[in-house]
């Protein structure tokens, strides 16, 4: 999406998204310029995530997504999919689109990466995730 990849696991093969529940995420240790992410949020949501350095140090950058709701990104973030429909757990409702949204987070400290302490925000959804290595 925008030039940036992202896998995805197979179809049915599990949970397709995290719910922020203040999951770790361990990264292959590295410098990054950028944390890209497909998101959707249940309202628009502002809040942070905690990145871990190798150094022991922590910085908090702000992770911003707007409303599944089929509207205009609030936070300028760049439309990565819209469906048709909306799924719910045990219905689907016609009509109704649900946009996922990509969206990215600053790695400003020049150190390597070792982790991303996700928000206790169960109202924001990740479906992926991909580094953007520094360019040396």
Request: charged share 20%; with cysteine.
């Amino acid at each position: 999406m925008a030039g940036v990849p992202f896998e995805f696991p197979p179809v049915c093969d599990g949970p397709d998204n995290v719910r922020c529940a203040g999951q770790f995420i361990r990264v292959p240790e590295g410098r990054y310029d950028w944390i890209h992410v497909l998101a959707a949020s249940e309202r628009r949501c502002e809040d942070t995530v905690e990145l871990s350095f190798a150094d022991g140090s922590v910085d908090t950058e702000p992770l911003r997504v707007s409303d599944f709701w089929a509207a205009p990104a609030w936070f300028g973030e760049v439309k990565a999919f819209e469906s048709l429909v909306m799924h719910y757990p045990h219905h689907v409702q016609r009509g109704v689109p649900a946009v996922m949204w990509a969206q990215r987070v600053p790695v400003t400290r020049r150190a390597g990466l070792t982790g991303i302490l996700l928000p206790r925000n169960v109202a924001v959804h990740l479906f992926a995730v991909t580094l953007q290595r520094t360019e040396t």
